[in-house]
Structures are given as structure tokens and as C-alpha cells.
């Protein structure tokens, strides 16, 4: 797959570690990336069980004592513990990075500049979602409703810091972490054809999961990785995931994956053909967001061309 990655710019990190002689074939690195993965799973379980303590902890002592007051718990408050438990993945995955794959932190992306590419992200992310929206507006999916009675801006604001580290913990261990490991002995676009199939098979078990929601995840681990790719660094597709992700469910009020995050700024309701709005899934199980992701990949593609036309980064031989 060698012959592919004079069609990608690759990014300064590779070079550094291809340099250091360390890294295995894919299989090899497809089964150290399934114990990462194990650890990475327990680091997320680990920092619930203790988001979760602290949490129910505060809530009865608030109450003078009251036990029963944990039950009082609203659901916004549970889907946002989940998302800050997965700050137990980053750091699994970066322990890893650093004494596991001997990798310096620069080499998995987290490098300068952070706020404009974290900006220019967030607004690539939500411009992605909002495309795929108009697709399914305009095509009779898909109608919004008008605003939500369910928005209250404490939980708005809650979820929405809980996805900046929900998305940067998957983009860190996809992309920073086992794209990178692949493509250091392997080609690039290896690196990005594995991660984008494990990406897509993280999503199996999610409520309504099936074969065209698994092909919009690998598309979407397709794009993230040539987002990757064009920036240089992981800032950019971290934010672009997290934006993608509250979009979805906090702006427009979609389902995500399956799944129903409550608090939403707008209400948006499912029309016609499932095909095209995802039905059970969300609007990633549907026709429109295939199309968005392709329409993604062919614009970042082309920059990632263009780049390498202005600086010509010859790719160096492991």
C-alpha cells in the first residue's frame, strides 16, 4: 500500500519515528493496539467508578445526609460522567505513548499551534454535521422543530466540556496512538485503512448498530485520519470530533451513535426513509452523513494534494 502515500502528506512526527528503527508489521502492531485497547477500557472504568463516587459523594453530603438523593441524579448528569470518564482513557493512552512506544508526546500530534487549530476544528466539525443535516432537511428526512424545552445552559455547557474530552480521548488513541504506531514500520495508508476499521469497531455493541452505520464510522475514521494528516497535528480532529459529536446531539438534538444525550438546544424530528436520516441509529446510520463524510474526504484529500505540491515531503523509507 506503499505506493498511496505519495497522495497523503505526511506529517513531521512520522519521519522522527521512523527514524528510531522501532515499530512492526501490522499484524504485530494490530495486537499490541488490541491490550492498549483492554488497558484503555479499564483507565475509562477506573475514572467512572470515581467520577461516580465523587458525584453521588457531593450530592448526599448537599443533602444534609439524605441518601435517597443520589437517586436524584438527572440523566444530563449520567451521560456526563460518562463522557468525563473517559479522561481515564488520555491517560492510559498517554503512558503508553510515553514509556510503552518510547514515543515523545509532539510525536502523537500534541504539538503547537493548539487554538487555531482547536478552533478551526470546532468549526469544521460543526460545518460537517450541518451539512449532512441539510442533505437530510432537503431531501424530506429530516425536520426541525423548533427550539427544545429540555435546553437549560448549565447542562449545555457541562456535556459540551464533556466532549472536548470524550473526542480527544478517541482521536489520541486512534489517531496519535495506533495510526501512528502502523504507519512507523508500515505505509501510511495502512495506518489509516486499520484505525479506521478498529475506530468503526469500537461503535459494535452501540443501540442500533448496522451495516451502513459501521461503513459512516469507517468513513469517518477515514476522514478523521486525512484531517490528521492535512493539520500535522491532533488538536484540530479532536475538536472536530468533539463538535461533531455535540452537534449532533446538544445542538440539533439527534441521537449519537445510538445514543440520547438529553439536553439539546434545538428539536429535530425523523421523516421519510431511514436510509437517508439513520432512523434508530442517528443521523450516522443514514445515507446523508455518508455523503457528507465522502463530500469530507475529497476536500481534505485534495488539500492534503495541494500541500504536498507547495512542500514536497518525500516520504522516507523505515
Not at 482513557?89 to 503512558?95: A, D
Not at 486525512?226 to 461533531?244: D, V
Request: glycine share 12%; net charge neutral; aromatic share 12%.
Amino acid at each position: 500500500m506503499r505506493q498511496f502515500d505519495r497522495y497523503l502528506a505526511l506529517p513531521e512526527q512520522l519521519a522522527a519515528l521512523r527514524a528510531d528503527g522501532r515499530g512492526g508489521n501490522v499484524l504485530l502492531e494490530i495486537l499490541k493496539f488490541l491490550g492498549i485497547l483492554v488497558l484503555a477500557f479499564l483507565g475509562e472504568m477506573l475514572a467512572q467508578m470515581l467520577i461516580t463516587f465523587v458525584v453521588i459523594f457531593a450530592t448526599i453530603w448537599q443533602a444534609g445526609g439524605n441518601v435517597d438523593a443520589a437517586a436524584g441524579i438527572p440523566d444530563w448528569g449520567v451521560t456526563a460522567m460518562g463522557l468525563f470518564a473517559t479522561a481515564g482513557m488520555i491517560g492510559v493512552t498517554v503512558l503508553v505513548i510515553r514509556f510503552v512506544q518510547k514515543r515523545k508526546l509532539s510525536t502523537a500530534g500534541l504539538s503547537r499551534p493548539f487554538w487555531k487549530e482547536y478552533g478551526l476544528g470546532l468549526l469544521a466539525g460543526f460545518a460537517a454535521f450541518a451539512l449532512a443535516v441539510l442533505i437530510a432537511v432537503v431531501t424530506g428526512s429530516l425536520r426541525i422543530t423548533g427550539l427544545s424545552g429540555s435546553f437549560a445552559a448549565v447542562p449545555f455547557l457541562v456535556l459540551f466540556l464533556g466532549f472536548l474530552v470524550q473526542g480527544f480521548s478517541e482521536e489520541l488513541l486512534c489517531r496519535g496512538c495506533f495510526m501512528l504506531s502502523v504507519a512507523r514500520k508500515n505505509s501510511v495508508a495502512a495506518g489509516i485503512l486499520c484505525n479506521a476499521l478498529v475506530f468503526a469497531a469500537l461503535h459494535l455493541l452501540n443501540s442500533g448498530i448496522g451495516p451502513l452505520p459501521i461503513v459512516n464510522l469507517f468513513l469517518f475514521g477515514v476522514l478523521a485520519s486525512l484531517y490528521y494528516l492535512w493539520r500535522g497535528n491532533l488538536w484540530g480532529i479532536a475538536a472536530f470530533h468533539s463538535m461533531w459529536n455535540f452537534t449532533q446531539g446538544n445542538i440539533f438534538g439527534i441521537l449519537v451513535s445510538g445514543g440520547d444525550y438529553g439536553v439539546s438546544l434545538l428539536t429535530s424530528e425523523l421523516t421519510g426513509s431511514a436510509l437517508i436520516n439513520g432512523g434508530d441509529f442517528g443521523m450516522e446510520g443514514g445515507l446523508a452523513v455518508t455523503a457528507a463524510m465522502v463530500i469530507g474526504i475529497v476536500l481534505v484529500e485534495w488539500r492534503n494534494i495541494d500541500r504536498i505540491a507547495r512542500t514536497p515531503m518525500p516520504l522516507t523509507e523505515p
